[in-house]
């Protein structure tokens, strides 16, 4: 379908005129509160350097950077000895503003994150060992934050849990369910929201 040049549409331009509205150049403007198709591609894999001040915490209390809902997780893991961390040492990701986040902010104000949209829970991690120049790249399946999950209440999870509740909860965690519950997109979930309130007057 081919649309006509409204350039030489006559109603318009008398319109146009009247409003005393010139001609001009239509230019996209680049936000940088939207993401890239790059960026959101970014997301997806290995994920996006972020200092903590670049996440924008939600008004549910979860987290994001720029337009979209995001996990966080520490970006550089210090090994002893140059082996491999256990998997006990990993870090965890998080998923709202919870009492570990707002610590960090505070104490290592300057620490590298990584946000992420990743749903496997296989983020990349910087393996450094001290004194030693050179850092190995590596993904790592990471557990949730507890204190995530309490600060959601995810599925009922709460601090009162024995240690053995919150393990088998953590371990039942799911990315693709929590996306599900908190949309990746926020300006759809925004517009979807509204359309919603507008059905419901």
């Given at each position: 379908?081919?649309?006509p040049?409204?350039?030489?549409?006559?109603?318009?331009?008398?319109l146009?005129q009247?409003m005393?509205?010139?001609?001009?150049?239509?230019t996209?403007?680049?936000?940088?509160?939207?993401?890239?198709?790059a960026?959101l591609?970014?997301?997806s894999?290995?994920?996006?350097e972020?200092e903590l001040?670049?996440?924008?915490l939600l008004?549910?209390?979860t987290?994001?950077?720029?337009?979209?809902?995001?996990?966080?997780h520490?970006r550089?893991l210090?090994?002893?000895?140059?082996?491999?961390?256990?998997?006990?040492r990993?870090?965890?990701?998080?998923l709202?503003?919870?009492?570990?986040?707002?610590?960090?902010?505070?104490?290592?104000p300057d620490?590298s994150?990584?946000?992420s949209t990743?749903?496997?829970?296989?983020f990349?991690l910087?393996?450094c060992?001290?004194?030693?120049?050179g850092c190995?790249r590596?993904s790592?399946?990471l557990?949730?934050?507890?204190?995530c999950l309490?600060?959601?209440?995810?599925?009922?999870f709460?601090?009162?849990?024995?240690?053995?509740?919150a393990?088998e909860?953590v371990?039942?965690f799911?990315l693709?369910?929590f996306?599900?519950a908190?949309p990746k997109?926020?300006?759809?979930?925004l517009?979807?929201?509204?359309?919603?309130?507008?059905?419901d007057l």
């Open positions: 379908m081919k649309l040049d409204y350039r030489r549409f006559d109603p318009l331009n008398g146009r009247r005393g509205a010139p001609l001009g150049r239509f996209a403007a680049k936000s940088p509160t939207l993401l890239t198709a960026e591609e970014q997301l894999t290995t994920g996006i972020v001040r670049q996440i924008r008004a549910d209390g987290l994001a950077y720029k337009d979209c809902r995001v996990a966080v520490q550089d210090l090994r002893a000895g140059g082996e491999a961390p256990q998997p006990t990993l870090p965890a990701f998080h709202a503003d919870c009492d570990v986040l707002q610590d960090a902010r505070l104490r290592h620490r994150y990584i946000a990743r749903e496997d829970a296989l990349v910087r393996l060992t001290r004194g030693e120049d190995e590596r790592e399946r557990s949730v934050c507890q204190s309490g600060r959601l209440c995810w599925q009922e709460e601090r009162s849990l024995s240690q053995m509740e393990r909860l371990a039942a799911s693709t369910t996306f599900k908190y997109a926020l300006a759809r979930q517009w979807s929201d509204a359309k919603r309130a507008g059905a």
